[in-house]
């Protein structure tokens, strides 16, 4: 069944790759993107050609996901034309890199911004819709770095990452009873086929990360190349998409909560599998293990 998908964060990267697949597997998917007709516009371009091309329904839709009333006009963009919304892929996000010290907390908040708050502005802007029809599913791109291995010179990216785990696991129970599902995506370390570290942001007190130079030297030219050098030549991050897809594919109440793709294997899912297994018992113990389920009627 063809179901109408928003995908934020999808000029480039996992998001560009999740638009195409979705629609290659016969949705209709909405791009979201800020910038359409400025620094994007290239991005809306290729993906038109595209979906002309493969004969697919994607397209381009203005959100920023930093902006509320932006977010809110995309969403109501998407109702209009397509009728009803069925999932959406919180997949916006941002790394940046450098000593945690060096950042202000201005640029901290920035980072949380990006990868935290822009999911709330678009929970808020489609979850009254989803409540109202008793069905849906969120799908959270999250990262293993939020319980995995952590290299320094990410802090504010991992802590944003946790942050957004954190809020989804929250989100799922508190969803369940209205009948929408909840997946969280995890991936790990994709040095190639992603934007990540080409797109990263550094600290602006240079003074400060000077200093760390002084006893770290090269360390971030030694994390990205090790990362790399862990990761298998066979490293697809486009099989992040493809699992996206399957997700999506499943029937209601089938899905599951936590997917873990990792060519690097930071160990990650061994810590999220215990995490969830206690999450689970304990909403049990509580009294609410249909939390852990979507209500299906």
């Known amino acids: 069944m063809q179901k109408n998908i928003v995908v934020t964060g999808a000029s480039s990267g996992f998001g560009a790759m ?12 909405y791009a979201g993107m800020r910038g359409t007709t400025a620094r994007n516009a290239p991005a809306v371009a290729e993906l038109a050609e595209y979906a002309g091309t493969h004969r697919v329904e994607a397209r381009a839709v203005e959100m920023d996901v930093s902006d ?21 892929v919180h997949n916006a996000g941002h790394m940046v890199l450098g000593p945690a010290e060096a950042f202000t907390p201005e640029e901290l908040a920035e980072v949380y911004d990006v990868n935290v708050l822009s999911t709330q502005r678009v929970n808020r802007a489609v979850l009254p819709h989803l409540r109202a029809r008793g069905d849906g599913l969120l799908v959270w791109v999250g990262s293993s770095s939020s319980r995995g291995g952590t290299p320094p010179y990410l802090a504010p990216y991992f802590a944003a990452k946790a942050a957004e785990d954190a809020l989804a ?18 991936p790990g370390s994709f040095t190639t086929g992603t934007n990540h570290f080409a797109h990263a942001g550094g600290p602006t007190d240079a003074g400060t990360a000077a200093a760390y130079e002084t006893r770290y030297a090269g360390l971030l030219d030694q994390v ?9 030549e066979s490293a697809d991050p486009t099989e992040v998409a493809r699992e ?49 389920v979507p209500r299906l009627s």
Not at 70 to 75: C, I, L, R
Not at 169 to 186: H, N, P
Not at 224 to 232: C, M, S, V
Not at 253 to 258: K, L, T
Request: proline fraction near 4%.
């Open 68 to 88: 509320q009333t932006s977010v809110d006009a995309a969403v109501k963009e998407v109702l209009e034309d397509a009728g009803r919304l069925d999932v959406v």
């Open 224 to 232: 990205a190349a090790r990362l790399a050098e862990l990761a298998p």
């Open 18 to 29: 999740t638009t195409r697949a979705l629609a290659d597997a016969g949705h209709r998917v």
């Open 244 to 292: 996206i897809v399957r997700v999506v594919d499943l029937p209601k109440g089938r899905r599951p909560f936590r997917v873990h793709v990792d060519p690097v294997g930071d160990g990650a899912e061994e810590v999220n599998l215990l995490g969830d297994r206690v999450r689970e018992q304990f909403l049990s113990r509580i009294g609410l293990a249909d939390l852990l």
């Open 169 to 186: 696991v929250s989100y799922a129970a508190e969803l369940a009873r209205f009948g929408i599902d909840t997946t969280i995506v995890v």
